[in-house]
């Protein structure tokens, strides 16, 4: 007979349950990565309207 390995003897298919703490940590994470990314494409907007300015605003050098 073959020697079965300890883990699967009593393994179960269905998932473990969801904890209070685990709930809250994915929710947690998902507000935080909402956040990052809108910080992320706030920063793109500003960089880009502040290279449009940059390249609008001619030279100060003067013309001596």
């Not at 969801?18 to 910080?39: G, H, M, P, Q, S």
Request: glycine share 0%; proline share 6%; charged share 35%.
């Amino acid at each position: 007979m073959a020697n079965l390995a300890k883990t699967t003897v009593f393994t179960s298919n269905t998932p473990p349950k969801e904890t209070l703490l685990d709930k809250t940590t994915r929710i947690v994470r998902r507000i935080t990565e909402d956040e990052a990314e809108i910080r992320h494409q706030k920063t793109v907007r500003l960089r880009n309207a502040r290279i449009e300015s940059e390249a609008d605003t001619p030279d100060a050098s003067p013309t001596s």
